[in-house]
């Protein structure tokens, strides 16, 4: 199969916690972006293979257009007005806190003036009540406690209801801007560049700027990790294994969410990043030549005699020896050049020391980046042995790693180690998952590449597909420091990219049950829409290749009962000491506050189930 058309949905996908850069230069500039081969980075960029029914009421799924595969089995879909139902897990206690945190959350000079409120009930109640009442309030609500033995009967207990957890340590360092801007600075920029005078020859986005050197700044979803050195690095990696411990240890089929910027000096993932971007683009200008510009990256297919003359045209090198280089990688074999063979070639032709050459203001070339020390190639390759220690620890637990999203300017790097550690673990089941932002332009073309490089390579494909959590900040970015804006138009573009995304994951399920896809969504429109292409598909729940995915705290009328209707459904389970998850705390009542309608439905619900035990005299019942 190849590329599929997506279709458009209207619903909200919330901010849940590839770049599609304009190349600045000529096309003979960017031709002279050609590399030189070493074996670490050519490993890091290369694309080629390496060596319990429920019980509760429920009504069948309507088609959603005439089905072009017949069903085996209609998967049902709950009801996610039963609030009878979907609350049988909570106590009224829960229920009474539930209302309360949703109630305070809603009010914007309590969260605007949340530190100022915290500092002072801390000073006020001291230490020891601050933390009761934390724990009877919001850490209660958003928290499933202080390490992993804590954690465990919360677990259990969501899991007797059919619902599984994706763990998450949510310590998080307390830093004021100024500290996290200096720290951002000083780990973004290599000891080279800082010796260079006059002009940088980096593209503006992949340039550290101290403006936006607090990368917390307008973001709510998503947790944060700033360089320190390499043994904080290493304190973050045996958190993760800890984590992943946990997850093994209370349930046979759990997640493990990691960030890749708490691994290493983020540095490297900016100057790697830089060149695939770089790589890309001059790929999408060649395909402008022969007349593909504005096709879906997987549609798009170059002819190759006539790449090999452009590419001898501009001067790379001679037309025998671009020859060579296609015929020795055995690359355009059916006469053809795509996207992931063209990253293949340049995977051969790359060297971590002097990235890429181009022409400066007189006409000479020179390196875009300047050599990394010794010390900082060091520090690469560690950061890649903490990613292998960890995928092989999950494998050895049976827990599968999630590998958060982050900003554009880090994500491709990201995106293609996730692929690196998925070409090696993912080989038996799916162990490692990638997370794809749809408020990106390029999110289509990130996850058709990949899923066309997992049927090619025959390893099984996870994602998790999200809104994105950074898009105030990436605009502010683009805007202010002056690149294109890669985030997509509008509101509806993204819930159209969001649903062409899903589309075609779904529809490679049903093709080849490789293909693995979390659905993370709080809104009940969306999941509902999810559900109701399963049906169309015949993809049935115990199939157990779509997951849902919601935090903890949150949208229990939609976690629950599809967990009790026997669908894989998560929840994402942030724990850790009160004081050391209060920035995480304070990210979840922003974001309840941002997200009005939803919690506004859940209170609703909420009451009326409280309502219901008052008069039914249920009041005192426990969880049943």
């Known amino acids: 199969p190849g590329s599929r058309g997506g279709r458009e949905g209207v619903c909200v996908v919330p901010q849940w916690e590839q770049d599609q850069i304009p190349f600045a230069h000529s096309p003979a500039q960017m031709a002279s972006c050609v590399l030189r081969p070493r074996r670490l980075f050519t490993r890091l960029c290369s694309t080629a293979a390496p060596s319990s029914p429920s019980k509760h009421k429920t009504t069948p799924l309507p088609p959603l257009r005439s089905a072009r595969h017949p069903a085996a089995a209609a998967p049902l879909i709950p009801d996610f007005s039963n609030y009878r139902e979907a609350y049988r897990s909570k106590s009224s206690a829960e229920l009474v806190r539930s209302l309360l ?3 305070l959350c809603s009010y914007s000079v309590l969260v605007d003036r949340h530190k100022e409120l915290i500092n002072l009930s801390r000073l006020v109640l001291g230490k020891w009540l601050f933390e009761k009442v934390m724990r009877m309030t919001f850490y209660g609500q958003f928290v499933a406690g202080v390490d992993q033995d804590d954690i465990k009967p919360l677990i259990q207990h969501n899991r007797s209801f059919g619902v599984g957890s994706i763990l998450d340590y949510s310590v998080e360092e307390d830093l004021t801007q100024e500290e996290a801007e200096k720290k951002e600075m000083e780990s973004c920029e290599s000891l080279a560049e800082k010796e260079v005078q006059g002009d940088n020859h980096r593209e503006k986005k992949f340039r550290p700027h ?15 990790y700033f360089y320190a050195d390499e043994s904080k690095c290493d304190q973050y990696m045996e958190t993760f294994l800890k984590c992943i411990a946990a997850s093994g240890g209370s349930s046979e089929d759990g997640f493990s969410a990691i960030k890749l910027t708490a691994l290493g000096r983020p540095q490297f993932l900016l100057q790697f990043s830089e060149v695939l971007v770089k790589w890309r683009s001059f790929f999408r200008h060649l395909a402008v030549e022969q007349g593909q510009g504005g096709l879906a ?8 005699e006539r790449l090999q003359k ?3 045209k501009l001067g790379i090198a001679t037309l025998e020896e671009i020859t060579h280089w296609f015929t020795g990688e055995k690359i355009g074999l059916s006469g053809t050049v795509d996207l992931l063979d063209w990253n293949n070639l340049i995977d051969n032709r790359t060297k971590v020391a002097k990235l890429f050459v181009v022409p400066n203001q007189a006409g000479e070339i020179e390196p875009l980046l300047l050599q990394f020390t010794e010390e900082e190639e060091l520090q690469m390759k560690r950061m890649l042995q903490r990613m292998d220690v960890l995928a092989k620890e999950a494998l050895k637990k049976r827990v599968r790693l999630m590998i958060d999203a982050e900003q554009t300017y880090f994500q491709p790097a990201i995106s293609r180690l996730t692929l690196a550690m998925q070409r090696k673990f993912n080989t038996e089941e799916p162990v490692i998952f990638n997370t794809y932002q749809c408020y990106l332009k390029d999110a289509y073309d990130n996850v058709t590449m990949d899923v066309e490089l997992s049927r090619r390579e025959n390893w099984y494909f996870g994602a998790k597909l999200v809104r994105g959590a950074y898009m105030a900040q ?5 805007e202010e420091i002056g690149y294109e804006d890669p985030i997509n138009k509008s509101y509806e573009d993204t819930n159209a990219m969001y649903y062409r995304c899903l589309d075609y994951i779904l529809d490679e399920i049903k093709v080849n049950r490789k293909a693995n896809v979390m659905v993370a969504s709080h809104n009940e429109k969306s999941v509902a829409y999810a559900l109701r292409r399963m049906h169309e598909l015949g993809l049935h729940p115990s199939s157990k290749k779509i997951y849902f995915g919601q935090l903890l705290g949150m949208s229990d009328q939609i976690s629950f009962p599809l967990g009790q209707a026997g669908y894989s459904v998560y929840k994402y389970v942030p724990y850790g000491p009160v004081e050391e998850v209060l920035p995480y705390l304070s990210r979840r009542a922003q974001e309840n506050r941002g997200m009005v309608a939803g919690t506004q439905r859940e209170r609703v619900l909420l009451w009326n189930e409280l309502k219901r035990r008052i008069l039914k005299g249920d009041l005192f019942r426990a969880a049943y």
């Open 101 to 103: 945190v949703f109630r």
């Open 210 to 224: 101290r403006r936006f050197g607090d990368r917390r700044e307008n973001v709510f979803s998503a947790r944060t």
């Open 297 to 304: 990256a997987v549609d798009t297919k170059l002819d190759m």
């Open 310 to 312: 452009s590419l001898a």
């Open 474 to 478: 990436e605009r502010k970015r683009a």
